[in-house]
């Protein structure tokens, strides 16, 4: 388990260091099909946060050296100099209901400059999963990280909600999904978190919000 703690917090570091290719490539999973309501900016980096996809090559390589189960990465940058700070968090949801909201997070950003969040979930033993938040701003870097029980869940999947979205000061924005069910039967990831919440016993959403 010290193990896995210890590869974990190692991975975040190597993000912060730039260490991996994380340029837009093939989505390595096939969990998601990004739905079309989603915003897409083709060519366009200012004012917008994207979903990073990334060879299955690459994922091999990383869960290999940090033993993540599952990593989502997004570039962002914004276009206007008095957005400098991002808050994360992750709300919690159970069968159908609001339920908490674990471990935020804010940073100081650099704005009209490309920055960085990644998250990562890795096992750390059969009843607990970590997952590790963290923002990359140039040369620096901030992160939380918090623990999830895995229970008795006959199913679970992790994929991201977004493309690409404009943002918006002081709007929430949905980045990831992490979605549970108790019963056997086929499971469906959809981009809609609204549908995640009424469709799975557990639902864990990543958001983040940009301001001044």
């Given at each position: 388990?010290?193990?896995?703690?210890?590869?974990?917090?190692?991975?975040?570091?190597?993000?912060a260091?730039?260490?991996?290719?994380?340029?837009?490539?093939?989505?390595?999973?096939?969990?998601?099909?990004?739905?079309?309501?989603?915003?897409?900016f083709?060519?366009?980096?200012?004012?917008?946060?994207?979903?990073?996809?990334?060879t299955?090559?690459?994922?091999?390589s990383?869960?290999?050296?940090s033993?993540?189960?599952?990593?989502f990465?997004?570039?962002?940058q914004?276009d206007?100099?008095?957005?400098?700070w991002?808050?994360?968090?992750?709300?919690?949801?159970?069968?159908?209901?609001?339920?908490?909201t674990?471990?935020?997070?804010?940073?100081?950003?650099?704005?009209?400059?490309e920055?960085?969040?990644?998250?990562?979930l890795?096992?750390?033993?059969?009843?607990?999963?970590?997952?590790?938040?963290?923002?990359?701003?140039g040369?620096?870097?901030?992160?939380?990280?918090?623990?999830?029980?895995?229970?008795?869940?006959?199913?679970?999947?992790?994929?991201?909600?977004?493309?690409?979205?404009?943002?918006?000061?002081?709007?929430?924005?949905?980045?990831?999904?992490?979605?549970?069910?108790k019963?056997?039967?086929?499971?469906?990831?959809?981009?809609?978190?609204?549908?995640?919440?009424?469709?799975?016993?557990?639902?864990y959403l990543?958001?983040?919000?940009?301001?001044?």
């Open positions: 388990m010290k193990l896995k703690i210890f590869l974990a917090c190692l991975f975040a570091l190597a993000f260091a730039g260490i991996w290719n994380d340029a837009p490539k093939k989505h390595l999973a096939k969990l998601v099909n990004i739905s079309a309501s989603s915003t897409v083709s060519g366009e980096k200012a004012n917008a946060i994207s979903y990073v996809p990334i299955d090559d690459e994922y091999t990383i869960r290999s050296a033993g993540a189960d599952s990593l990465i997004y570039k962002f914004t206007d100099e008095n957005i400098a991002i808050d994360c968090w992750t709300d919690h949801y159970v069968n159908g209901s609001y339920k908490e674990l471990a935020s997070m804010g940073t100081s950003m650099r704005p009209k400059q920055n960085k969040l990644y998250w990562s890795t096992s750390v033993n059969d009843k607990e999963q970590m997952w590790i938040v963290s923002v990359r701003d040369g620096s870097f901030s992160s939380s990280k918090g623990s999830i029980a895995k229970e008795a869940f006959a199913s679970s999947q992790a994929g991201p909600i977004i493309n690409s979205q404009k943002i918006v000061p002081e709007e929430p924005i949905t980045l990831s999904a992490i979605v549970r069910k019963e056997q039967g086929s499971t469906s990831f959809r981009p809609d978190p609204d549908e995640l919440i009424k469709s799975y016993d557990e639902v990543l958001k983040c919000r940009f301001k001044s």
